[in-house]
């Protein structure tokens, strides 16, 4: 006899599960934005984009399935997006001189 699902067994835990790609991205911004109000912008801004870059690749390598809320539009769209802002978020921190 096979055990039920996961979702079925306990649906919050598989939510939760489903969503762990989005959090982790979420956390990583989150760092970013802590260091950036430290006091180390620039820091801060590339800890941001690489964030974004790192939610394009998960929301490229991962299957529909298991890819959550990082899921909005069609993949390309997502990935071009997530990807592109984050590497000129952290171009654009990287040329600006000072510090």
Not at 19 to 40: I, R
Request: no cysteine; glycine share 14%; charged share 15%.
């Amino acid at each position: 006899m096979s055990r039920p699902p996961l979702y079925t067994r306990r649906p919050f835990l598989a939510g939760l599960l489903r969503q762990l790609p989005l959090l982790v991205v979420l956390l990583a911004v989150g760092a970013g934005l802590l260091v950036l109000t430290v006091g180390h912008w620039r820091r801060g801004l590339v800890v941001v984009g690489l964030a974004l870059v790192g939610g394009g690749l998960l929301r490229l390598l991962l299957p529909l399935r298991r890819v959550g809320f990082l899921a909005v539009r069609s993949r390309p769209v997502d990935v071009v997006l997530m990807v592109g802002v984050g590497v000129t978020l952290s171009a654009f921190a990287l040329a600006i001189p000072g510090d």
